[in-house]
Structure formats: C-alpha cells, structure tokens
C-alpha cells in the first residue's frame, strides 16, 4: 500500500538524517517534497492526489 511504503521511506530518511551529517540538508529537501506517511485513509487520499494530478 501506498501508505505503508511512504512510511517505510521516512523512517529510512529519519535514520540517514540522523546518521549522516554531511546529507542532512538533501534528506530535508527530499522529505519537504514526500510528506509524511501514515495509516488509514491516507493511502486513499494520496491515490486521490495522484488522480487529480493525471
């Protein structure tokens, strides 16, 4: 699910954020434009988005 693999990709940003120095400016980057993940009806609202974008 959409959700589920948004999460999985922050929480690897959140450790190389934590972890690396020298990346932190491009991991903030990165997350600004990811969003932040989450559970329930999220994965519906970001396929709705994607939708709306095509």
């Given at each position: 699910e959409i959700s589920a693999s948004q999460d999985r990709l922050t929480?690897?940003?959140q450790r190389i954020y934590a972890d690396r120095v020298e990346l932190r400016e491009i991991v903030r980057l990165i997350m600004s434009s990811v969003g932040r993940g989450g559970?329930?009806?999220v994965g519906q609202r970001?396929?709705?988005?994607i939708l709306v974008l095509q």
């Open positions: 929480d690897l940003l559970q329930g009806d970001i396929r709705d988005e």
